[in-house]
């Protein structure tokens, strides 16, 4: 009898405790049993009420689950919300939503586009002003019309794009509620746009004839420009050449390289 019940006690390392204590480490192990038994019942008749219903567990199956991460009580709970008509894209409960939230922050994105459209348009006004600067010093100041020009065909470039986004939003303003003052530029913060153009360096390379332009002209007038060039280089690559003249070049350039 001895030995039956001193076996019973090695499960719960109760060899070397008094008798009061075993008694009650005992009982307190049959009253958390107790607990987690009616705890499992109540789990498994909540899973089995869901819709489907889920995954019931016994008495062995704990036994067996050593840590919390192998009980997937909250997985089995889980509700896939990829599943509900709000979370379809393109559905109509997700361009409801869509626009409901467009609606709530509207307010709030009309202060906003007042702030950056104010900011664009004179962005484009300090941007366009600084480079007709820039390409008159270069020409005037530093006799570099090459490098005008090249500065000229940035600004016409930029201007081109520009003139787009005024014309949408001078646009916008028409709007009723749009008060027409949004478009008055400001001053910007970057300093440098404002400042005088510095003079580079001498000894710069000869530059090629160019037509010389003039700060009011337009567009209209490079694109005749770009057009004529365009059309002298394609004559030139398509005149018929024979091979006499070829050959005389030849012999005319080692000529005069020898």
């Known amino acids: ?5 001193s076996q019973r006690l090695v499960p719960f390392c109760l060899l070397d405790t008094d008798y009061k204590a075993r008694a009650h480490i005992i009982k307190a192990s049959q009253r958390r049993h107790k607990t987690i038994a009616n705890r499992l019942d109540r789990y498994n008749a909540a899973a089995l009420a869901l819709s489907p219903p889920r995954r019931t567990f016994t008495k062995e199956d704990l036994t067996n689950l050593t840590f919390v991460a192998d009980f997937d009580l909250l997985r089995e709970g889980h509700v896939n919300i990829r599943e509900q008509p709000w979370a379809q894209p393109g559905g109509p409960g997700r361009q409801a939503m ?29 941007e366009s002003e600084f480079l007709k600067k820039s390409e008159k010093h270069l020409r005037e100041v530093d006799n570099n019309p090459s490098l005008a020009y090249q500065v000229r065909l940035l ?78 280089t394609e004559a030139e690559e398509e005149a018929p050449e024979d091979n006499e003249e070829v050959g005389e070049l030849i012999e005319a350039v080692i000529a005069v390289g020898g």
């Open 1 to 5: 009898m001895r030995r039956r019940r």
């Open 98 to 126: 869509d626009l409901n939230a467009k609606l709530l922050r509207a307010a709030e994105e009309i202060i906003r586009l007042d702030i950056e459209i104010r900011r664009l348009w004179t962005w484009m006004q300090d």
């Open 155 to 232: 600004r016409l470039e930029r201007e081109r794009f520009d003139h787009g986004h005024r014309r949408r939003l001078l646009d916008l303003t028409k709007i009723p509620g749009v008060s027409p003052g949004l478009l008055t530029p400001g001053r910007s913060v970057d300093e440098s746009r404002h400042q005088e153009p510095v003079s580079r360096s001498a000894g710069q390379a000869p530059a090629p004839t160019i037509p010389s332009e003039g700060e009011d002209e337009d567009e209209q007038e490079w694109h005749d420009v770009v057009v004529e060039e365009n059309a002298a």
